[in-house]
């Protein structure tokens, strides 16, 4: 079994699953019939919501696992890898409930959201997301309770979480009006230095750097040596980078890739997000372009939102967006070619693979 078995990563899944599960039938003081309500219930909603993606940061703690030891991993290596793989795909499957709540998306990964589903409420929805976060501590806890760096995983998640949680907030918007209303669009607010420390937060930590700084607590490295420091170090700049060019494609994706290719449909000029796109037109348009934006980004509008992706096709944007992707595949391979020692430089190899010209 390796990082490249997508199957064998799927059956530790089912397993974590029937554990959950089993957790319900056996709480304590509740009938069996209301027993029964919660485990059908969360016997779709785990499926539904935590599989079924691309599985790149579940499986991306698998790889550093195997580039840290050098080596093909045991059973008992492989299946704790793999178990830590799935606290972040959970992670990922929590924020998402609640990112498509707040971003009004209507599909992910080809089907409806979790909360568009007819036997789902808003409601239900929100509690599922807190549940699904809930589940990643008792999963931690059932096989890492004694692991030397238990205490180290559980505050990757917990730091991890609030990161992303400030990234979420810059992202959609922050700070509304004293009558709970967003505030009107200022076009002036989309600037990619806020880009940067929006995207920092809201991807990179939770999509590229947890996952190997996980890699690195299960091998036993300490961020406290000088050693380990140096190790922790070098994954957070490189997963910054990479971290940011994932968000980018993300970005151009949401507004020009196919729905039924990309699994999503995009909601990013509807919901007025601060997008590399719109960052990068308000660099480049004229006053009357100018114009063209501010009448028509933010508004749930189908007519408006195809004004706006004209605008992106005239200012020549997804060329734009071709040309930083080859200038940024270069880059990052030349900072990995740098990175000591030279095993760790596989594993951002590895991610620089799975995100070079991504079409989903
Ligand atoms: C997705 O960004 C953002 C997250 C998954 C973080 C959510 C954080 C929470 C605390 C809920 P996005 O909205 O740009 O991505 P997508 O295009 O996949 O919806
Ligand atoms: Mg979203
Ligand atoms: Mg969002």
Redesign the pocket.
Known sequence: MTSTDKDAFLAIYKEIETDLIADIQNLPALSDSVKQQLIDYYSVCIPYTVPGGKMTRGLTVIKGVEVLKQRKLTDKEYKDAAILGWQVEWL?AF??V???I??A?ITRRGSPCWYKKPNVTQDNAINDALILENMIYQTLRRHFKKHPSYVQILELFIDTTFQ??V??HI?TNGTPYADGKRAPLDLSRFTLDRYQGCVRY??CY?SFYLSCALALAYCGYDPDTTEGKALYQNAEDICMILGEYF?IQ?DVL?AFAPPEVLG?IGTDIEDA?CSWLVCKALELVSEEQKEILMANYGKHDAEGVKKVKELYRELKLEELFQTYEEEQKKMCDDLIAKIEPQNFQDLFKFLLAKIYKRQK
């Open positions: 990922q924020f998402l609640a990112d498509d707040m971003d998306s992303t949680e990234g979420q992202d809201k991807t939770y968000q993300d949401d999503k997000k």
